[in-house]
């Protein structure tokens, strides 16, 4: 078949694709509350490197401050093996059929970090983070970073099921000469992110949100993502919506001067994956930052940074830092309307990292040593 032909046989399939997404995202409304279910199932995915070490941590915490919760069965804890590159690759699918279903029989997901090979290190096997976000549609995530001794108090929603990260493993070698990938942009899916941040701006007495694209270069896909944001921000008048250039909030973010101004941020996916890091390291690093996959059926909450394998390779995964899962466990917390409770797994996590000196090697505490401190600060 000639390139030409190729290319359009590819591209039309990934266009009937997109169009049965947004077909399905018209349909779903229910919004499941999880104060009208009787039990709450989390199950803990250990994933891959540092991932099982300190999503143990984290699940430990969980189950000291859900203590009463667990042993009157409101909530149950199940463990799903299997998350792991080895399996993986092994069966050649970003997330193998029965972990999905042992997965989706759950309503909260607490997941360690996966590894994910880039191109050129193994097989093109997508990333599982990415196709748990799509499988469950977990289309807020959310990312709060605070440095309160700066005034710095952000929360981050990125759109998490679109952009160049719904077909990023779908791109296309014309020849080799030329590689295409593609970035795909929908109303549906950006009036659901755009209503996640205002209304979370609303309820928490937050005054601006900024919305951010590079909309005068991709017209197209982030010149709708900044309509439909806008459009969504006339529904509420109190909050003050701007724009800002990715590449300018970049700059501001480190400007000590302007920094503090900023409260809800609102970007499409690529963008946030990378302006989140960097906020994260304001905030002390990326292993201090915890993040909320919220969709309307299902959540999963993780650490943002990956499974850092060579720790595991050099067998120091004991003393990998547990902050960041700690941290998305107050974020489960949270999100299942135990809001107190999240605020002393904060205040114990606060007081841990006063206390306990990690340094990834034998020189500084265990992961377990800081869970303990934790747990004995609640
Ligand atoms: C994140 C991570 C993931 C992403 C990777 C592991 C696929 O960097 O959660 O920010 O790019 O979304
Ligand atoms: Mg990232």
Redesign the pocket.
């Known amino acids: 078949m000639d390139k030409l032909q190729t290319a359009r046989e590819h591209f039309s399939k990934l266009v009937e694709e997109q169009l049965a997404r947004v077909a399905k995202m018209k349909e779903d409304t229910g919004v499941v509350d999880y104060a009208k279910l009787d039990k709450i199932i989390i199950g803990c995915c250990g994933g891959d490197g540092i991932g099982p070490a300190i999503t143990l941590e984290a699940e430990r915490v969980l189950r000291a401050v859900l203590k009463e919760e667990v042993e009157n069965g409101k909530i149950e804890f199940r463990q799903i093996e299997g998350l792991t590159i080895e399996n993986r690759i092994a069966v050649n699918k970003a997330i193998p059929d029965d972990v999905l279903a042992e997965i989706k029989a759950c309503h909260i997901i607490l997941k360690g970090?996966?590894t994910?090979p880039s191109k050129g290190d193994g097989p093109n096997i997508e990333?599982a983070?990415?196709a748990m976000?799509r499988e469950l549609d977990l289309f807020a995530?959310v990312r709060p970073v605070s440095v309160p001794e700066e005034g710095i108090d952000w929360t981050f929603f990125r759109e998490n099921t679109e952009g160049e990260?719904a077909l990023g493993s779908k791109g296309i070698m014309i020849d080799e000469d030329m590689s295409f990938d593609f970035k795909v942009i929908t109303t549906q899916g950006t009036r659901r992110i755009a209503q996640a941040a205002f209304d979370f701006a609303q309820k928490n007495g937050k005054k601006h949100v900024a919305i951010i694209t590079k909309a005068n270069i991709l017209k197209k896909t982030d010149g709708k993502f900044l309509d439909i944001c806008y459009d969504v921000a006339k529904d509420y008048p109190d909050i003050q919506a701007d724009d800002w250039f990715v590449d300018i909030i970049s700059a501001n973010l480190i400007n000590e001067k302007v920094r503090n101004q900023y409260e809800v941020f609102v970007l499409p996916?690529l963008y946030g994956?990378i302006i989140?890091?960097e906020a994260a390291q304001i905030q002390g690093g990326v292993g201090t930052a915890g993040?909320a996959n919220v969709g309307n059926k299902y959540a999963m909450f993780?650490a943002?940074?990956?499974s850092a394998p060579r720790m595991l390779e050099t067998g120091r995964q004991i003393y990998a830092n547990p902050a960041s899962m700690i941290k998305a466990a107050e974020l489960l917390l949270r999100h299942i309307g135990h809001a107190q409770k999240a605020d002393q797994v904060l205040k114990a996590l606060k007081a841990a990292n006063d206390t306990i000196k990690m340094t990834g090697r034998s020189d500084g505490a265990t992961g377990a040593e800081f869970a303990n401190c934790v747990i004995s600060n609640l």
Do not use: L, M
């Open positions: 970090p996966t994910t990333s983070n990415v976000r995530n990260y996916n994956d989140t890091d993040s993780e943002i940074h990956g």
